[in-house]
């Protein structure tokens, strides 16, 4: 990291030891200032010399309650070490420039860049516009929100100088690739690598069409759900994991609950009082909710009646809740649809809850099977334990081994 040491810098520390009282603050802040002039002819000298002065001088000012000073040299640091940007720290600092006036120079840029961001997003809206005429107020957020994530990775055509292209979908490109990298031993910084990968159009052609690139991907990819896969039946073994914990861990492993989903939604609140744990989208946009109740937490799911295994009111209940957002997700399809562009029509709903160890004297079979049976004659809503979903997730990989 390059340390900065200028004449702004300066100015500001002589001003600082013009405000302070104490003697050891004094003799700390001209220590700042010797070796800042120490440097070579009209340069200035900075280096991890000049942080370690600052700091203590900081402390210093601290030690002596002058708090006020303890903020001055926390900027001072903040600027050399590159966290306070130049115009900032000369525009705060101008009371320590005697008769200097606010550099129009700052506002005009910083009116001349904010009026060409607003006229590129107005430009943007108004090409979405005419493609969709119909389009909601939040169907055009949405598309804003979509740009900004892709701006990070904008690029520049060789053919065409002076111009520059937005890709869409290279945010979720990037982020897919790093997911995917991260399971690399090799590669050092999995963000970077995706973030540059993403925005070269050539890096992207060769690794799709390399047969090598694309077994390597896959293999990566197989085994992070592999991993996932183990990191979740600890979690669901554990008696202590909560509902909240069980979430956390599943809401970003969509191709657990089957390759018919393609994303979790963004929004979890889509009826007013009703909060979804995880919704999934399938690729026709139609909504499945998943409902998390506790694995091992959990109380029993099946009991004995009339010489039979019947589901318990921990299930009913579950079953009911996620019964009720249905409804409610129906009596509410036009909006939803306006809003989110998200169709609940044919939605429905899985239920989890549960661990086949809760019931060591029932075979794990016969549990399923009772479960089973009650999702015959609920149509809309499936009940399964955390181990069968996981069990079903496991052999989508093909026989890659989820345990070391």
């Not at 649809?337 to 079979?365: K, M, N, Q, Y």
């Amino acid at each position: 990291m390059e340390i900065r040491a200028d004449f702004a810098l300066e100015e500001q520390l002589e001003g600082i030891a013009a405000e302070t009282a104490a003697p050891e603050v004094k003799e700390a802040v001209a220590a700042v200032l010797t070796h800042l002039r120490s440097g070579k002819g009209r340069h200035r000298r900075g280096g991890q010399t000049l942080v370690r002065l600052l700091e203590q001088a900081r402390l210093r000012a601290s030690e002596e309650d002058e708090w006020h000073v303890v903020r001055l040299l926390q900027d001072s640091l903040d600027y050399s070490t590159g966290r306070l940007l130049r115009p900032s720290f000369e525009e705060n600092y101008r009371l320590f420039q005697e008769g200097k006036e606010r550099n129009p120079a700052h506002r005009d840029f910083l009116a001349s860049t904010a009026n060409a961001a607003l006229g590129f997003w107005e430009e943007q809206g108004r090409r979405f516009l005419r493609e969709h005429p119909d389009a909601t107020a939040n169907e055009l957020f949405n598309y804003f929100v979509g740009l900004r994530e892709d701006l990070p990775f904008l690029q520049a055509p060789a053919d065409q100088p002076g111009r520059y292209k937005i890709v869409r979908g290279s945010a979720e490109m990037a982020l897919w690739l790093e997911r995917v990298l991260r399971n690399r031993v090799d590669v050092e910084d999995p963000a970077e690598a995706a973030g540059r990968i993403a925005m070269s159009p050539e890096a992207l052609k060769v690794l799709a069409e390399d047969e090598n690139g694309q077994s390597l991907l896959k293999a990566a990819e197989l085994k992070r759900r592999a991993a996932s896969i183990t990191e979740l039946r600890g979690l669901s073994e554990d008696p202590a994991a909560t509902e909240h914990d069980l979430q956390r861990a599943l809401q970003t492993q969509p191709w657990i609950f089957g390759g018919q989903f393609i994303r979790t939604a963004a929004h979890r609140r889509l009826v007013s009082g009703d909060e979804v744990d995880i919704p999934l989208l399938r690729a026709d946009g139609t909504l499945h909710l998943v409902e998390l109740k506790r694995a091992m937490g959990a109380r029993a799911l099946v009991k004995r009646h009339r010489n039979a295994w019947v589901p318990t009111s921990e299930v009913h209940d579950a079953v009911g809740q996620a019964i009720n957002y249905l409804v409610g997700l129906d009596e509410n399809r036009q909006r939803i649809r306006e809003e989110f562009g998200i169709e609940t029509r044919r939605a429905s709903a899985l239920v989890l809850i549960g661990h086949p160890a809760l019931h060591p004297d029932l075979a794990e079979e016969d549990l399923n099977q009772v479960l089973r049976t009650l999702n015959t004659h609920t149509n809309r809503v499936e009940v399964l334990t955390y181990a069968e979903l996981l069990d079903s997730a496991e052999r989508s990989l093909g026989g890659i081994p989820t345990t070391a």
